[in-house]
């Protein structure tokens, strides 16, 4: 059975400041994809990563995938509000069916 | 195109009770899929059409649950007997192509409330 372990499972950070989330599995993936999800709506990519050890920037989001492409990280640089959600990690098969991780939910206080 | 959408996007209903939700995909996405979701816990896969075709059947899919896209276009999922295990949130979502590098998109969902 594929896992993905995703922590820290819940953080709160000040304004400003930068925080990482990792996705970890013992499987390897296709591909692993980055959501981010409002509360009462549906996950929303954010980013796919293919290649081992490929890095991707999306203006203040880092997302690097393990050289052995069984693990990911987000880094977040200079927090804000609006960063607020759940952010979770997905491990696709070759089939494009989905194993996601428990969440990361993350908190930004102004 | 309005992107995936999803009816009802709440539903309360008593335990015992048979519940059915409606998902239309993107135009033009051969494949579609449904997770379900419970509070803080990240989506977990039930199953996946290529166009008509159910392909493949997660094992939290008991046999009260069934899924069926008649035309390759909307996909309805039916909950009998309803348990208050039930209760989550019934996520689909479609995409273009059956390759994992493909973008699938998500509905809303439909929040279930088993009382």
């Known amino acids: 059975t594929q896992l993905l372990e995703q922590s820290p499972q819940f953080l709160s950070i000040q304004e400003g400041e930068n925080l990482t989330v990792y996705c970890n599995s013992s499987?390897?993936?296709?591909?692993l994809q980055w959501y981010r999800q409002e509360p009462g709506e549906g996950p929303v990519l954010l980013v796919t990563v293919v290649t081992g050890g490929e890095v991707k920037k999306l203006k203040r989001l880092t997302f690097q995938f393990g050289d052995a492409r069984k693990d990911s990280s987000l880094h977040i640089t200079a927090a804000q509000p609006g960063d607020t959600g759940l952010y979770l990690c997905?491990?696709?098969?070759?089939?494009?069916?989905?194993?996601f991780g428990q969440g990361t939910t993350l908190q930004v206080k102004p | 195109d309005t992107g995936v959408s999803q009816d009802p996007r709440h539903k309360i209903t008593k335990r015992g009770q048979n519940v059915t939700f409606r998902c239309d995909p993107i135009s033009e996405h051969n494949r579609l899929y449904w997770y379900r979701q419970t509070l803080g816990q990240g989506p977990e896969f039930l199953t996946y059409f290529q166009n008509e075709a159910q392909l493949e059947k997660s094992r939290l899919l008991s046999d009260r649950f069934s899924a069926e896209r008649p035309k390759g276009s909307f996909s309805t999922l039916e909950i009998q007997r309803t348990e208050q295990g039930d209760s989550a949130m019934y996520l689909c979502a479609s995409s273009l192509r059956p390759d994992p590098n493909t973008e699938a998109f998500f509905g809303q969902g439909t929040r279930l409330t088993v009382v």
């Open positions: 499987s390897v993936f296709s591909s």
């Open positions: 997905a491990g696709a098969s070759n089939t494009g069916k989905l194993i």
